[in-house]
């Protein structure tokens, strides 16, 4: 997939001081780390803390500089046998004096994006029930948003002449942000990772997570693998 491999370069500009942005964290050029807020601390240290299911790989990307005076960002991967399913990254923005249009000090931005069937593609339902699903995630994590927005989009590729014999190819993809409440004054970010996490498996076509101690097995290996389809996109509706 290409969603968060294509972001890698997104922020990581030279700050005015000459120094370039750490990957994960960016703070005000020349900033030192006692001068950054405490909350925006402990949010990065709970995203740094997370565990998603096994398929799930997060990785460090570049942070953003221009979205807010701090951000922290992530890429994430899912994988069943060694074949990348979905793709997408995370970033987490705060800002102390808040932003308009947030309602809050925080600001969750993301980006999913699954191969599909192309007859999937074409589907028109298809774009409600993928929104269905970011909302569906973060209501069985038990998390509360406000502002929520985004744009799902579905793309196609079919080929021809010298190209005829290359199968037809389709995308989806989905761009969401919220502003993550916090009833206790810190909100639960590594709650709406999760959310976020069971989304792009579910984007990617896997079942969910069964819980722990309970039957079944992550399908990213081991017993108990559930068998996909050879195109793992979001299942026929």
């Known amino acids: 997939m290409a969603a968060a491999r294509g972001q890698q370069a997104e922020g990581s500009e030279q ?7 750490e990957p994960g964290s960016s703070g005000p050029p020349g900033e030192a780390d006692a001068a950054v807020p405490a ?18 790989r997060l990785d460090p990307l570049p942070a953003p500089r221009r979205l807010a005076p701090y951000a922290h960002a992530l890429g994430a991967s899912v994988s069943v046998d060694d074949e990348e399913l979905a793709d997408g990254r995370f970033v987490l923005l705060h800002d102390p004096r808040g932003q308009e249009g947030w309602e809050g000090t925080f600001r969750v931005v993301t980006l999913a994006r699954a191969e599909l069937e192309p007859e999937m593609a074409g589907d028109p339902l ?55 409440l916090a009833p206790l004054g810190l909100p639960d970010v590594a709650a709406h990772l999760g959310a976020w996490c069971d989304l792009l498996c579910q984007c990617a076509g896997l079942p969910p997570e069964a819980p722990e101690g309970g039957e079944g097995a992550d399908p990213s290996g081991g017993p108990g693998i559930v068998p996909l389809p050879q195109r793992r996109g979001p299942r026929p509706l």
Request: hydrophobic share 40%; glycine share 16%.
């Open 126 to 180: 298809l774009p409600e029930v993928t929104w269905s699903w970011l909302t569906g995630a973060l209501d069985s994590r038990g998390v509360v948003v406000r502002r929520p927005g985004g744009t799902v989009t579905r793309a196609g590729s079919w080929f021809f002449g010298q190209l005829g014999g290359r199968p037809p190819e389709a995308e989806i993809e989905l761009r969401a942000s919220w502003t993550p």
């Open 39 to 56: 909350a925006f601390r402990q949010a990065v240290a709970a995203l740094t803390g997370a565990r998603p299911r096994r398929a799930v």
């Open 15 to 21: 700050g005015g001081d000459g120094t370039r942005n």
